[in-house]
């Protein structure tokens, strides 16, 4: 077991996320995801370890675009299907988050590996 010098941000999905998901392509009524359908894809965020609740509100308002955007690319690709405008007020509608000071690796075996995210990664975790 290690420990990280990280905390986490686990990012998860509101209704309106998930209604915004289910109008991509529209389906009849049982077909549509559910928000735990959408949880189950959720993303955890490594980031600097915060300090206190005010350095991580900073944190998150200064690099909302980047996880905004990341977001909405792991269910859409093409950027003309996304919302019109792309601000604070989407983040916050779309999405909520949750902090964790700590973050623990438990995987004794398996060395951590860093790689650049790219749209084809996202791709193949979104077909997995």
Same mark, same amino acid.
């Given at each position: 077991m290690k420990l990280l010098n990280r905390s986490a941000l686990s990012v998860r999905p509101t209704k309106d996320f998930v209604d915004w998901i289910n109008d991509l392509e529209p389906t009849l009524g049982d077909e549509d995801l559910s928000i735990t359908d959408v949880e189950r894809e959720s993303t955890v965020y490594l980031i600097p370890e915060m300090e206190s609740p005010e350095a @991580?509100? $900073?944190?998150?308002?200064a690099r909302y675009g980047e996880i905004l955007e990341t977001e909405l690319r792991a269910w859409e690709e093409d950027e003309s299907q996304w919302p019109d405008v792309l601000d604070w007020a989407l983040f916050e509608r779309f999405l909520r988050y949750e902090h $964790?000071? @700590?973050a623990i690796d438990l995987d004794d075996d398996t060395p951590l590996e860093v790689a650049e995210i790219d749209d084809d990664l996202l791709q193949e975790i979104s077909e997995d």
């Open positions: @991580l509100a $900073s944190f998150v308002h $964790s000071y @700590l």
